[in-house]
Structure formats: C-alpha cells, structure tokens
C-alpha cells in the first residue's frame, strides 16, 4: 500500500511549534501566536473541507478552547496539532448539529477500492490545485475519505494521530485516505494504471442534508 506522507512543511515546524507550546504554557503570548501561525492554516483548510464558508467562524471558537484548556495539553509538536485537530473537529461538528445538518457517512469496508501498488499520483494531485479547488473536490468525498485526506495531507497529522482524532483504527484511516487521494485523482484524469476500472460515481458530500 503507497504510504500518505506528512508534508514536510508540517514536519520540519514540529520541533519549533513543541517548543512554543511549551512557552505558551508557561504564559508566553508571543509564543502561543507562534503557534498559532503555524496550525491555523491546516487547521481552517480542515475546517473548510468539513464546514465550508463558516470554517473561520469556526477556528475561532476552537481557539478559544484551545487557549482555554492550553495548560491540560501534554505532548510534542505533532501531538498539538493533533490535539487542536480534535478540539476543532468537535466545534465542526457541534456547528453542523445547529444547523440541523450531519455529515453523511461513507461507504462500507467492504467496497474498498483496489489502491495502487508502485507510485502514487494521488498527492500529486492535489499538489497540482489551488487550494480552493482542491477543497471543493474534497468536499465531494465520502465523509470518512474526506476526512482523512484533510488529516493527512492538509493538517499533516500521521496514521495513528488522525486515527485517533477520528476515534477509529489507523488501518481505517489509512484505507480511507488512499480511496479518497485515488478518487480524485481519477476525477482530474491524473490516475495510474492500477485506478483503471475505477467508477467516478456520485459521492454524498460533506454538509449536505440526508
């Protein structure tokens, strides 16, 4: 199975972004908006891939926990962006139930697409968008593909943290990552030999009413 890889922006901030925490912890504002710098952008690409146009509205509440509960986090850099990941999930989800609006869950296990074997096209993909494009195609996802795409490419998180924001198996989210980077980009016409064969049906989209 191709492996999703973190993008090394995120990657190479990790180290800069545990430190801050821990300063911010400790009182200091210009290290909290340290921080904050570096997470807000994958976190309101996150955001906007499940809540669209009120993703901002949303940040905002979550950062408001997050520098409400700072002192209850324990953890490295990777370990915050993980932990902001569920606070601001949470919000998404709490703002989606207001609107009396759930996000449509997915397909089953059992009609796990046949993911490719050698080099990966998926990432490529995306790389390839503006970022507006690229979260309009991913809000055309199943939810759960939706989801772990915007965890694993935007927010940059690893399998077992975007598992765990998503309380499911890091297998699960694996799978559904890579049927979702597939899915799109069989739908920009950029899919390998081994996408062959695969539908381009219609996918219930996230924010959409049953």
Wanted: cysteine-free; overall charge positive.
């Amino acid at each position: 199975m191709v492996q999703v890889r973190q993008p090394r922006r995120v990657q190479a901030y990790d180290g800069e972004l545990g430190a801050a925490v821990a300063r911010a912890q400790d009182g200091d504002e210009t290290a909290f908006a340290f921080a904050y710098r570096i997470v807000q952008p994958g976190l309101l690409g996150y955001l906007r891939g499940l809540v669209g146009d009120d993703a901002e509205d949303v940040a905002s509440d979550a950062w408001l926990e997050i520098a409400r509960d700072l002192g209850r986090f324990k953890g490295d850099g990777a370990g915050f962006r993980g932990w902001t990941s569920t606070i601001a999930r949470h919000r998404a989800l709490d703002h989606l139930r207001r609107q009396r609006v759930r996000p449509r869950a997915g397909g089953t296990e059992q009609d796990v697409l046949d993911l490719p074997s050698r080099h990966s096209t998926h990432e490529e993909a995306l790389e390839s968008l503006s970022t507006e494009r690229a979260l309009e195609l991913v809000r055309g996802l199943p939810r759960d593909q939706a989801e772990a795409v915007l965890l694993r490419v935007v927010v940059g998180l690893d399998g077992p943290a975007a598992a765990r924001v998503l309380g499911k198996r890091p297998g699960a989210v694996r799978t559904a990552a890579h049927r979702g980077l597939k899915r799109l980009a069989h739908q920009l016409g950029v899919a390998g030999e081994s996408d062959k064969g695969v539908t381009n049906e219609a996918s219930p989209t996230l924010g959409k009413s049953k």
